[in-house]
């Protein structure tokens, strides 16, 4: 159970069963219909992933011992699976960059990274969801477009699962994912970004998947360098992601879900377009760094913000009662 604290959004106990039930879905599904050709590795790690997320949500453990699981899940995704981030794109328009004997811990980094930031923004019912179901939606038509077929049945089959989740998560909920349902969803589509874009001959840029998820990885990012900033651990809990600064500032929850998940699903559609289209990848490195920019210096001045919205608001109003 997810007891009610300070920190905490929610009013009420809440079950965090809801990614149990995710990936026990999944897991039924997958093997049923997809092949365990270069999945073993993924399968593998995602299983490490979804013990530690169990034992987290039933008795709490320390942050070292978590990280400690993702990362050997990364290891035994590359070791088994062969998913390996060996090149960034062209970034700067200067040729391709080739990670070479950096490519393991780049990897690592990347997959942990990616799993933290699933985790953090699952701070609201719907979001983690709603953010997972787009991205994994996305990563499916990208893996049509790169003749993928295990990898698109692969996020279908949990597109589908983590729908039968939401119907229980939107506001108001009845239960939550857990770190079992965040940590292997930031797992899963780490591996699908690295195993779409690392593959000969792909038609889809690293920078796209990137794009895709450019909502959570700013926002985690923001978070953990303004923490460190204030000599904080970036792992200390707090109220500063997107979803809260949005509840500051006055919107409902539900209100608050749609908008963030209205601006991850333009990045989608951005992504893809950008696939389709074979766009540079310094462009869309451009269009990534200029929003991170944006959002981690607006984050600098929450209050005045809410000011602006309050005075908008406030003329928006007396122009309808004039009325």
């Known amino acids: 159970m997810d007891l009610p604290h300070k920190r905490k959004i929610h009013m009420s106990p809440k079950p965090l069963v809801g990614g149990l039930g995710i990936f026990i879905a999944f897991f039924i599904c997958s093997l049923l219909f997809i092949s365990l050709s270069n999945l073993r590795g993924f399968y593998v790690g995602l299983i490490v992933l979804v013990i530690t997320g169990f034992i987290d949500d039933f008795k709490g453990l320390n942050h070292r011992w978590k990280f400690a699981a993702q990362t050997f899940s990364a290891i035994l995704m590359m070791y088994f699976s062969k998913t390996v981030l060996v090149s960034c794109g062209n970034l700067f328009s200067l040729g391709p960059i080739h990670l070479g004997i950096l490519a393991i811990p780049i990897t690592i980094f990347c997959v942990v990274g990616v799993i933290n930031a699933m985790n953090m923004i699952d701070g609201i019912d719907g ?75 792909t038609h889809v840029s690293p920078m796209v998947p990137i794009l895709i998820l450019a909502v959570p990885i700013v926002d985690t990012l923001t978070v953990m360098i303004k923490r460190k900033l204030k000599n904080k651990s970036p792992f200390h809990a707090g109220k500063d992601h997107i979803h809260h600064i949005l509840l500051r500032m006055g919107f409902q929850k539900r209100t608050t879900v749609k908008i963030i998940l209205f601006a991850s699903s333009l990045f989608a559609i951005l992504g893809i377009l950008c696939a389709i289209m074979r766009v540079p990848d310094h462009y869309l490195f451009f269009i990534f760094f200029t929003y991170f920019i944006l959002y981690f210096s607006s984050s600098f001045f929450v209050k005045e913000l809410y000011i602006y919205k309050m005075k908008f608001t406030k003329r928006i109003g007396l122009a309808h009662g004039s009325k």
């Open 127 to 201: 979001l983690a969801g709603g953010i997972s179901f787009i991205t994994l939606i996305s990563f499916a038509i990208l893996s049509y477009i790169n003749h993928q077929k295990e990898l698109m049945l692969l996020s279908i089959a949990l597109s589908g699962a983590v729908v039968g989740f939401l119907k229980y998560n939107w506001h108001p909920s009845k239960l939550f994912m857990g770190d079992i349902g965040s940590g292997s969803l930031g797992f899963t589509t780490a591996f699908l970004a690295i195993a779409i874009t690392q593959k000969h001959h």
